[in-house]
């Protein structure tokens, strides 16, 4: 379905001539992107030469899909004005602001907390009409605002009359506790069971539903830090449930604002913590030098103000970046130092609690990955011997992800059967858990094994993994 504008699209023929798109590329594309949200779209070069000469404005999802094609291409996001789609069904793009205003900045916020349940109840909403949007350098100008001003100077808060009925909402160290508990619990909830079940996805809800009446109450400055703290936390891990589910645009929006909310806080650790989780997800996308920056940025902060295992942890992360843009010396070093800081970490020091899943065996798990990208099978054995000798009870989802490291490294070191063996406790591990990023995994390990194919070993593997490649993530 379209509908006419007046005279020509001349705003968006120029964005596709200056991102050198021709008609059909731009319509395979909005196809491309619509299929990965399980929307049938069938446009061609003829739609595409309707929607420039003629004004046509697709509708549903399809100006925003339009938008994601060529944002991906220019390498930036891409707002609807600037292709002349402004008067869309609208999609704000809220969520992406890292406003200096702490006012601002809880607005920013409970606007995200408020977007993401309407998504929810429209099957999919306004993150479905995102598909594909995320751009790496949205991260550009949250990152160096936070660099600069890691701490509000005040965060205290009183509420008006006009911003709610009755008396404002008076928020106090024991509503804070029930957020802090709240996040404990789901950080468990994920770790077992996946960004994607159904307990997990209740972290949105406690967003919308205590955290936002909250952070709009009234809150001396002491108060405050701790509720922008906890708010934070909760924030961030909605956004690793996304980045876990496959939703990556939603991922990007939570973390910008968990990063500034942890700013608010003064909390200069756990907005480390968050650019961490900003550089996992460039570099899990593709963006090594991007998750290199993002990783360092945490890393310069927080010289002198994190423990020794939050340090270990963000050279980790770095080392992940680097390995992935494949700079294998920088890696090497980074993991070196990732460890120097591991064994210096000692169980009375004052660790964040949102650290409670980083041991040596996570830190042998991501080093097998560092070298599964540098290609170098013999360290990627080494380390998944170590990463896999830990109970899993309680990280399901890490150990899935890491027996599929170890079968990509028993296959590129000649060992078929043991990759095949490998490979088959994955998919057994993935089928109880709800991770789209689980499921790629696996993909990308049936990928490998393609030319193998006829091995009756590969058949059985890849009918084994037949549930998880039809139901969508």
């Known amino acids: 379905m379209s ?16 991102a050198g798109i021709s008609n ?19 446009y061609d070069k003829t739609s595409v030469a309707r929607w420039v000469s003629k004004g046509m404005v697709p509708q549903g999802a399809a100006p925003h899909l339009i938008a994601a094609a060529i944002g991906q291409k220019l390498g930036r996001p891409v707002p609807l004005h600037e292709i002349g789609l402004a008067d869309a069904d609208p999609a704000p793009e809220v969520g992406l602001a890292f406003p200096r205003d702490v006012g601002q900045a809880v607005r920013s916020a409970t606007e995200l907390y408020r977007l993401d349940l309407a998504g929810r109840r429209a099957g999919g909403g306004i993150w479905q009409s995102l598909a594909g949007s995320f751009a790496v350098s949205a991260y550009a ?18 509420a008006g009359p006009a911003e709610g009925s009755g008396a404002p909402l008076k928020v106090g160290h024991s509503d804070v506790q029930k957020l802090r508990e709240a996040a404990e619990d789901a950080r ?34 002491e108060v405050g830090r701790a509720l922008f703290g906890a708010s934070a936390e909760l924030t961030r891990l909605a956004g690793w449930m996304a980045f876990d589910t496959g939703q990556q645009e939603a991922a990007q929006r939570y973390y910008i604002q968990a990063l500034r909310l942890a700013r608010a806080a003064a909390d200069v650790p756990l907005g480390g913590y968050v650019l961490a989780s900003m550089s996992l997800q460039a570099t899990y996308r593709g963006f090594g030098d991007e998750g290199v920056d993002l990783a360092q940025a945490a890393l310069e902060r927080n010289r002198g103000l994190a423990t020794a295992r939050t340090m270990s942890f963000f050279r980790l992360v770095e080392a992940r970046a680097h390995a992935r843009a494949g700079d294998a010396v920088a890696a090497g070093a980074a993991l070196k130092a990732a460890e120097s800081w591991l064994e210096r970490a000692r169980p009375g020091d004052s660790d964040p609690s949102w650290l409670g899943f980083y041991s040596y065996d996570r830190f042998a798990a991501d080093a097998a990955e560092c070298y599964r990208d540098l290609k170098a099978p013999r360290q990627v054995r080494r380390f998944t011997e170590q990463a896999l000798s830990q109970p899993t009870e309680e990280f399901v989802r890490s150990h899935g992800l890491r027996l599929v490291v170890s079968a990509v490294a028993e296959l590129e070191s000649g060992n078929l059967d043991a990759a095949c063996e490998q490979g088959v406790r994955a998919v057994e591990v993935a089928g109880r858990i709800s991770s789209a990023r689980t499921t790629e995994y696996v993909k990308d390990l049936l990928h490998r094994l ?4 006829d091995e009756p070993r590969v058949v059985d593997l890849r ?7 039809v139901t969508p993530a």
């Open 3 to 18: 509908r006419e504008q007046r005279g020509p699209n001349e705003k968006l023929g120029t964005v596709l001539a200056l």
């Open 24 to 42: 059909a590329g731009l319509a395979r594309r909005v196809n491309d992107l619509g299929a990965q949200r399980g929307l049938t779209l069938r």
């Open 141 to 158: 100008t949250p990152a160096s605002r936070w660099l600069i001003t890691p701490a509000d100077s005040s965060v205290a808060r009183e």
């Open 188 to 221: 468990r909830w994920d770790s077992k069971y996946g960004g994607g079940d159904w307990r997990s996805s209740m972290v949105p809800e406690c967003l919308r539903v205590e955290a936002a009446p909250l952070l709009l109450g009234s809150y001396s400055d």
């Open 450 to 453: 393609e030319p193998y194919g």
């Open 463 to 469: 009918e084994r993994a037949r549930p998880l490649l």
